[in-house]
């Protein structure tokens, strides 16, 4: 079986890591009573707890775990032992998880070495005084309520039964946990920002301890740049120049491999990464990538597998997503309501594939304040994190902040998101929230399930001139004159291959033959594409989820049409890229 033991993060790859992914001992905590008797202790009691085995990073609820359990499950427990050697042991020990959904805390040797919250970041404990050479105990306690208002889930059901384009839970640990071994003195983060008219890299790298730090870019394995230079602490900044100007494009990933190196007495930290040299600017109605105008032909991509839910079975299936979209003509994908884990935006780096980066903010009520607490730091870990990927050409925190219990969201709280996403970001477009409710946006998006052609294309037949058929929801958002319009949201055609009809969902009614599905999708996209301003779309969705069967693939990737009708339509030429 594959436990996923690839490395997860290949734009920051230290070769002495140890992925602890595999079986580990697990327990149920119902009546989330774990803490008050001690579970996180060591000792023989505690391991008659421990009563399942559960494949880590499958969660629970997924038959990869080895568990399948799916109702609700408020609280669970985690233990594995790891081996250690004094080697190991000479400089720091990171303890590092991908994604814990949602409160989790970590004890080593029954000790806490630090808590976390949010479900879908990644974050590091620096545990090298809890470990020990020889055996150590790793203990992870997560709790989880998808029904309470505080915490994004994303398309997680509240329901026991999932339905509607509401799917099953993911509870604990769904992405890789792993260790690394780094000495005293080393790298913590780098960025890297593009510039195409220098032809350079500009750097900011946090590390920790001081020394000399250098930067040598390769392509193709040729050096083509080096900087080196003293760093220390929190801010350090370089240029680095590139002999070679190669280009980030759609379809053609050309990427930089990148090694850095931190000398620090006489130990030195070496890390592998890489970066793409492209910009992306908002120019009037254009989305421009390296200053060239391209129409975003995006489709909805969630991220749910059949056996792994959250969790992709391999590290094939996450590139498999990728190559099929692009097969259908696509460039690229909204990663809806949910942080993807690096290792597939690592796959889009590579392809040349365009996506944006999203939050899972459903279940959140955005009319408390308190939301902004609880969803804001979260965002930033993720923003912050994926920084360097190239193929992430815009961010959108919020999608369809509806209603909560009957009260509407606190503007404020879009507003201030936003704001921070863009100090945090000058350098790519921030939609605040797709579809509705806008309060503050570089891009105004809509979402529009019309499944009649002609009036379909009547909604932006005069844009921009007159907007007043533009907006569903013209009390709660206006659009402001200027902005580029992005369809982020439209199809959803359901077509049904499971011949289960009666548990079957999709948008509108479905169309009786094949030759009506690709004559309503032809219709609905070249609207889009011949319309003179606007700068992209977004078809729902890419493959169908368990009872939502609107995916131009079934649940398992099995194509449901000729894959050279959908990449003809798709792939025309379209009217905002045409040269005036």
Request: charged share 25%; glycine share 8%; aromatic share 14%.
């Amino acid at each position: 079986m594959d436990f996923r033991l690839e490395h997860p993060n290949p734009q920051f790859e230290r070769e002495t890591w140890m992925n602890l992914n595999g079986e580990w001992q697990f327990a149920f905590d119902f009546g989330k009573s774990g803490m008050e008797r001690g579970m996180y202790r060591c000792d023989e009691e505690t391991e008659t707890y421990y009563d399942r085995k559960i494949n880590v990073p499958f969660c629970p609820e997924s038959k990869l775990s080895g568990i399948e359990y799916k109702d609700f499950i408020n609280a669970v427990w985690y233990r594995r032992r790891i081996v250690l050697d004094e080697t190991q042991l000479n400089g720091r020990v990171l303890l590092h998880f991908g994604a814990v959904d949602y409160e989790c805390h970590v004890f080593v040797n029954g000790k806490e070495v630090g808590k976390h919250i949010g479900g879908y970041s990644s974050f590091t404990f620096d545990i090298t005084e809890q470990v020990q050479a020889g055996e150590n105990t790793l203990v992870v306690y997560a709790t989880d309520d998808v029904r309470s208002g505080r915490q994004p889930v994303g398309k997680q059901s509240g329901s026991y039964y999932s339905a509607g384009c509401l799917y099953t839970r993911t509870t604990g640990i769904w992405q890789t946990v792993w260790l690394e071994f780094v000495p005293e003195c080393y790298v913590k983060e780098v960025k890297y920002y593009p510039d195409i008219e220098k032809k350079c890299f500009h750097v900011a790298c946090k590390v920790a301890g001081k020394g000399t730090i250098s930067f040598t870019a390769l392509y193709e394995g040729k050096p083509c740049g080096k900087v080196t230079g003293m760093a220390s602490g929190e801010e350090n900044r370089f240029i680095l120049p590139v002999d070679e100007l190669h280009l980030w494009e759609c379809g053609k990933g050309r990427l930089y491999d990148l090694i850095v190196e931190y000398q620090s007495d006489d130990t030195c930290d070496k890390v592998r990464s890489y970066a793409g040299m492209r910009q992306v600017k908002i120019d009037g109605y254009k989305f421009l990538l390296n200053g060239k105008s391209v129409f975003l032909r995006t489709v909805l991509d969630q991220g749910f597998y059949r056996e792994g839910i959250y969790t992709a079975p391999s590290d094939a299936d996450l590139l498999r997503d990728i190559k099929l979209s692009m097969a259908l003509g696509f460039n690229g994908a909204r990663l809806h309501e949910k942080i993807f884990e690096p290792r597939f935006l690592y796959h889009c780096d590579k392809e040349g594939y365009l996506v944006w980066g999203e939050h899972a903010n459903w279940g959140l009520d955005l009319s408390n304040p308190v939301a902004f607490l609880n969803f804001m730091p979260e965002w930033l870990e993720a923003v912050n994190r994926d920084f360097n990927h190239p193929s992430i050409i815009g961010w959108c925190p919020f999608n369809e902040t509806w209603d909560y219990d009957g009260r509407r969201q606190n503007n404020q709280i879009l507003e201030n998101i936003y704001k921070l996403t863009k100090a945090l970001d000058p350098t790519r477009p921030c939609i605040d929230t797709s579809g509705n409710f806008h309060v503050m946006t570089d891009i105004y998006d809509v979402h529009n399930y019309c499944q009649d052609v002609t009036d379909f294309a009547k909604h932006y037949k005069n844009f921009p001139e007159d907007t007043t058929s533009l907006e569903a929801y013209p009390d709660r958002q206006q659009y402001r004159k200027g902005l580029p319009l992005f369809i982020s949201e439209y199809g959803g055609i359901k077509w049904d291959t499971s011949k289960e009809e009666a548990n079957a969902w999709g948008y509108g009614d479905a169309p009786k033959t094949e030759e009506e599905f690709l004559a309503r999708y032809r219709g609905l996209t070249e609207s889009l594409l011949n319309h003179p301003y606007l700068m992209g779309f977004c078809y729902t969705q890419l493959y169908d989820v368990e009872q939502e069967t609107n995916g131009l693939y079934d649940y398992d990737r099995n194509l449901k049409f000729d894959e050279r009708i959908i990449f003809e339509i798709n792939s025309a030429k379209a009217a905002i890229e045409k040269e005036e």
